[in-house]
């Protein structure tokens, strides 16, 4: 059986594939410190599932590390763990730099080790999958799309933290042959996403009668997946991607902001109408934009499409109207976040 030690999956896109890779007969040890954004109850449904072994710890304990693949023996690592907020990133860059950079070489430095140590077809086998995003590029202006072959340019402290990473991750495979992979991807919306995310925001606060924050004029461009089409691709390059090659993922589902809001706005107007009559989007409410906000993002992801064949299977129409539908069932989910009862429950009190 395939042993793959996944880590940050507890957080939002890391859980979403490891319900998915468990579902499908995976054997997954799931390292993941969590942090505010690490959510046990996404994982309450594998509590008894002896294919998923949860250790509570950091990318950068080499020893922990150390431990986990010398007993598991995967043959695969998937890096999610991040910090992964923007905005938290502007407030205070030094957790970013902890993770996403140092504790991604700590995490890279025992992977190379490991893999040093296996025999033949073991060692053949085995591959480091880098999960990145498509903020390493930085900003477009109307034209255009990111390629693999752009040029770096990232503009917050959360995208350079994710960029000397994803350098990191070229350095170790061009200087010591590590079977590397990287995956740049677009924004993701879906189940279990935290609610300080614009999409899942929205959602409760208007849900709560709330103001919907829009930053500026609204008009900053993001390209949306849906999150299982994400894990999907990951899946897809771990299986057949080319070793030390990157692969960008997107939905080419370029949204602006205001028009994002007023997707969820229409889907909660007939699904939970408000009880003064009043359309959702009348909460609608600019707000100081973001310091560096890039304006647009887009991504080509021909290359995973032509030599990989992945596709994705939801519109943005689509996996919005499924996001709204999985939050206005899973109430309880978010309470608990909102309530921060989710992280007394980790802590057994
Ligand atoms: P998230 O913030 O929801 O989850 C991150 C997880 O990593 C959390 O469970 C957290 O507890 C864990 N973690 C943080 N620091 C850790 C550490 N030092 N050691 C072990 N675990 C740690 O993030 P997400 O949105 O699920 O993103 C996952 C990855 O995908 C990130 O690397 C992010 O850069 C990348 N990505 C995200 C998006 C997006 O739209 N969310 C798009 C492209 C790429």
Redesign the pocket.
Known sequence: MKTLLV?????????NFVLQAVADGLRVVN?????????PDTLAPLADEPRHVFVQ????DRALVARLLAEHRPQAIV???????VDRSIDGPAAFV???VV?TLALLECARDYWRGLDGPARGAFRFLH?????VYGSLGAEGRFSETTPYAPNSP?SAS?AASDHLVRAFHHTYGLPTLTT??????GPY??PE?LIPLTIQKALAGEPLPVYGDGRNVRDWLYVGD?CAAIRRVLEAGRVGETYNVGGNAERENIAVVKTICALLDERRPRSDGRPHDSLITFVKDRPGHDRRYAIDSGKLQRELGWRPTQTFESGLARTVDWYLAHQHWVNRVLDGSYRLERLGT
């Open positions: 880590t940050g999956g507890a957080g939002f896109i890391g859980a390292l993941d410190k969590l942090t505010y954004a690490g959510n710890g950091d990318i950068g890096n999610f763990a991040a910090e992964s907020h902890e993770t996403n504790g999960v990145s995003t498509d903020e959360y994710k740049n991807c677009s924004n993701n919306y996403q935290f995310k994400h």
